[in-house]
């Protein structure tokens, strides 16, 4: 060990320059890495409304509050430990990235193919007046919005893109689940170049 290593002295401790640097192990993990390097104030993050700021405290105050508080070997150690706290947390943010990318693209898939924007895709392709503005063949994004199954009965209020060889517009659709089977409440295209409004409602139609 190091005769001059102030490691682990509280905060009477001299931070070595190399080490008094952004941490983004602390930024990015907080609490975690708080626990795992005896700067308990990172559990902070739990108080509402400080979580952010404690975020950022911890970017810029971690890697001095861990060499204070805890003791290490030397400043290498001290750095080669924190580069592996960056590490994992980069690759915990990546997996959940994934994670949350996959989970929202099967949902978004999931509405795609269910009966009420089959219902509401069959109507916008058999309107003249949308395929007079954006002709054939029509191509549809990814729902967005509420959309809720209990049993027999649903609720549907979405919106999706819609494009064609001249132009593009969106899809708002208002629908509900009676008794197992889905209806339309009401539907409206609306085009993307003007703002033009066309109402695709079955009972109007």
């Known amino acids: 060990m190091d005769d001059l290593n102030s490691s682990g002295q509280g905060p009477s401790a001299i931070v070595p320059a190399e080490v ?18 005896n700067t308990f104030i990172a559990l902070l993050m739990f108080i509402p409304f400080a979580g952010v700021i404690m975020m950022f405290v911890l970017g810029v105050k971690g890697s001095e509050w861990a060499w204070r508080n805890k003791r290490w070997e030397s400043v290498e150690q001290f750095k080669a430990v924190q580069r592996k706290w960056t590490k994992w947390a980069l690759i915990v943010y990546a ?4 994670l949350f990318g996959g989970l929202f693209f099967s949902v978004s898939s999931s509405l795609k193919d269910s009966e ?28 967005m919005g509420s959309f809720e199954i209990t049993g027999p009965s649903g609720s549907a209020k979405l919106s999706f893109s819609v494009e ?33 409004r066309i109402d695709l409602n079955p009972s109007v139609m």
């Open 20 to 37: 008094d640097r952004w941490n983004w192990g602390a930024f990015l993990l907080n609490w975690i890495w708080g626990v795992g390097n």
């Open 95 to 98: 997996a959940s990235a994934v």
């Open 164 to 196: 064609g060889p001249k132009g593009k517009g969106t899809v708002y659709l208002d629908a509900v689940k009676e008794l197992g089977k889905w209806k339309i409440n009401q539907i409206v295209f609306e085009e993307e170049s003007t703002g033009r």
């Open 116 to 143: 009420a924007i089959k219902m509401a895709v069959t109507r916008l392709e058999s309107s003249q007046e949308v395929s007079q503005i954006l002709g054939k063949p029509l191509t549809t994004g990814m729902p």
